[in-house]
């Protein structure tokens, strides 16, 4: 087995693989995120922030990947091919970001404060908030999505 380290020293706080399952694109203590071609191992395009993201995913399309804050920020929507910020989502405190593998909608879990979380829903074609999306619940600081949809 082979080590490849494209943050080197620092840990790693998410990685994900392209559908398509040739490029990995993982994020880090350093605020970088990176995408890497995995049968040779280069770097594509290294990202670095202001904050440090904690939370990583991939869109169904391989098109976008998202990064969530470690802490209070914002998320991030990159271009998969150029790394370029596509959109900048603000006002999101912690928690996770994922994509729906049935539909491609984006979610992030958001203000994981005050003993409520709120989960809200945006479109990849706007990055507009999908109407009656958001929605409270207990504290979490994370979401998956299944192959069907479900939460």
Same mark, same amino acid.
């Given at each position: 087995?082979?080590?490849?380290?494209?943050?080197?020293?620092?840990?790693?706080?998410?990685?994900?693989?392209?559908?398509?399952?040739?490029?990995?694109?993982?994020?880090?203590?350093?605020?970088?995120?990176?995408?890497?071609?995995?049968?040779?191992?280069?770097?594509?395009?290294?990202?670095? !922030?202001?904050?440090?993201?904690?939370?990583?995913?991939?869109?169904?399309?391989?098109?976008?990947?998202?990064?969530?804050?470690?802490?209070?920020?914002?998320?991030?929507?990159?271009?998969?091919?150029?790394?370029?910020?596509?959109?900048?989502?603000?006002?999101?405190?912690?928690?996770?970001?994922?994509?729906?593998?049935?539909?491609?909608?984006?979610?992030?879990?958001?203000?994981? !404060?005050?003993?409520? !979380?709120?989960?809200?829903?945006?479109?990849?074609?706007?990055?507009?908030?999908?109407?009656?999306?958001?929605?409270?619940?207990?504290?979490?600081?994370?979401?998956?999505?299944?192959?069907?949809?479900?939460?």
């Amino acid at each position: 087995m082979r080590v490849y380290r494209p943050h080197g020293k620092q840990a790693c706080y998410a990685l994900a693989f392209t559908p398509d399952g040739q490029r990995i694109a993982s994020c880090s203590l350093d605020a970088t995120t990176v995408l890497t071609d995995l049968y040779t191992r280069e770097t594509i395009w290294r990202r670095h !922030t202001r904050q440090v993201p904690g939370s990583l995913a991939i869109s169904p399309d391989g098109k976008f990947v998202a990064t969530g804050p470690h802490w209070s920020a914002h998320a991030i929507i990159r271009d998969i091919e150029t790394g370029n910020h596509l959109r900048i989502l603000p006002e999101f405190r912690g928690g996770k970001v994922t994509f729906d593998p049935t539909n491609g909608n984006f979610w992030r879990v958001s203000e994981w !404060t005050f003993g409520m !979380t709120t989960l809200v829903g945006y479109k990849p074609t706007s990055w507009e908030p999908i109407p009656e999306t958001s929605f409270g619940f207990t504290p979490c600081s994370t979401i998956d999505i299944s192959s069907t949809g479900l939460m």
